[in-house]
């Protein structure tokens, strides 16, 4: 699976939008894009995936740049209870792949009043 | 439905035991995982079943780790002669086994190795 990079953390106004970046610029071309989060002392959390398509669900949008070498979760209205650690991950979907999911370290989002 | 549970949320124990805990995975999910992290990392994958059969096996899963998930449905995961680099939070997450592959994870369970 292709390696990602995202920044260690940010910040965000309660109220705004949380634009949350990750670079995968190895990603294959049958290589998905998933986000999940992590709350404070809970297991991770699914929040999208996305191809090459912009995706949005009742959670976030996903932004995928034209050349897929990097890509934009979006919370858009953030609350206190984003606060989390979110995983930007690359991985085959379907086929022969069980799986299982290669987590970095993350972006910590730190939501504030 | 109430998701994955494991079992205990909490273990102390002593450098030498025997652990073992359990997870309960969404009961129409076939594929089960186990992964463990550390303080500050993401989760490390160990394990995947997919109904009874262990499929895969991370090189983290060294001897002294075992897990089994018989007639498919509850696993559990055995650390034997325990070592205070086992100290973790050990996560159960399942799945379906269609092309999402989209992982419910279990709340965990954080061992303490004395």
């Known amino acids: 699976d292709a390696k990602t990079t995202q920044p260690p953390s940010m910040d965000c106004a309660e109220g705004r939008a949380a634009n949350l970046p990750c670079n995968h610029s190895t990603i294959s071309g049958n290589e998905y894009v998933y986000w999940y989060r992590q709350i404070h002392s809970q297991g991770p959390q699914y929040i999208i995936h996305g191809l090459k398509n912009n995706e949005t669900n009742e959670m976030a949008s996903l932004i995928i740049t034209e050349d897929r070498k990097s890509s934009t979760l979006i919370l858009p209205h953030a609350t206190l209870r984003d606060t989390a650690v979110y995983y930007c991950?690359?991985?085959?979907?379907?086929?022969?792949?069980?799986?299982?999911?290669?987590f970095g370290q993350g972006t910590i989002l730190t939501v504030h009043p | 439905d109430t998701g994955v549970s494991q079992d205990p949320r909490h273990k102390i124990t002593k450098r030498g035991q025997n652990v073992t805990f359990r997870c309960d995975p969404i009961s129409e999910h076939n594929r089960l995982y186990w992964y463990r992290q550390t303080l500050g990392q993401g989760p490390e994958f160990l394990t995947y079943?997919?109904?009874?059969?262990?499929?895969?096996k991370s090189r983290l899963l060294s001897d002294r780790f075992s897990a089994e998930r018989p007639k498919g449905s509850f696993s559990t995961l055995e650390i034997q002669r325990t070592e205070q680099g086992d100290s973790a939070m050990y996560l159960c997450?399942?799945?379906?086994?269609?092309?999402?592959?989209?992982?419910?994870f279990g709340p965990g369970t954080r061992l303490t190795v004395l």
């Open positions: 079943f997919q109904n009874e059969a262990q499929l895969e």
């Open positions: 997450a399942s799945s379906q086994s269609d092309r999402w592959n989209e992982q419910f």
């Open positions: 991950i690359v991985r085959v979907a379907g086929g022969t792949s069980y799986g299982k999911l290669t």
